[in-house]
Nanobody
Framework: QVQLQESGPGLVKPSQTLSLTCAVS??????????WSWIRQPPGEDRQLMGT???????FYSQILKSRTSIFRDAAKNTVTLQLTSVTPEDTAVYYC??????????????RGQGTQVTVSS
């Protein structure tokens, strides 16, 4: 059974860097059949793609967040990490990691973590 578990700080101060880690069990993040995404959902808004990373480690970032977002992986630990710099209160959201079949859109993930609430506040 594939499981994804997000972890990281629940509260971040404005201008700081947010770092979240997704620990994957039951599947390898280097599988060619999937890619891995970070998604967030601000209060009252639709899900937003932040970026993705595939089996080769190739990344794709949402254009809006591209300048502040980094996604990288640790194959030995089977984890995928999201970093978001210079956070503002508008970055307050529930953050999810998800596994997506390689041929599918990021919205068509087949497995998702339970999500972690991140609040940006001083």
């Amino acid at each position: 059974q594939v499981q994804l578990q997000e972890s990281g700080p629940g509260l971040v101060k404005p201008s700081q860097t947010l770092s979240l880690t997704c620990a994957v069990s039951g599947a390898s993040i280097t599988s060619i059949n999937y890619y891995w995404s970070w998604i967030r959902q601000p209060p009252g808004e639709d899900r937003q793609l932040m970026g993705t990373i595939n089996w080769r480690g190739t990344t794709f970032y949402s254009q809006i967040l591209k300048s502040r977002t980094s996604i990288f992986r640790d194959a030995a630990k089977n984890t995928v990490t999201l970093q978001l710099t210079s956070v503002t209160p508008e970055d307050t959201a529930v953050y999810y990691c998800a596994r997506v079949p390689a041929s599918k859109s990021w919205r068509d993930y087949d497995t998702r973590g339970q999500g972690t609430q991140v609040t940006v506040s001083s």
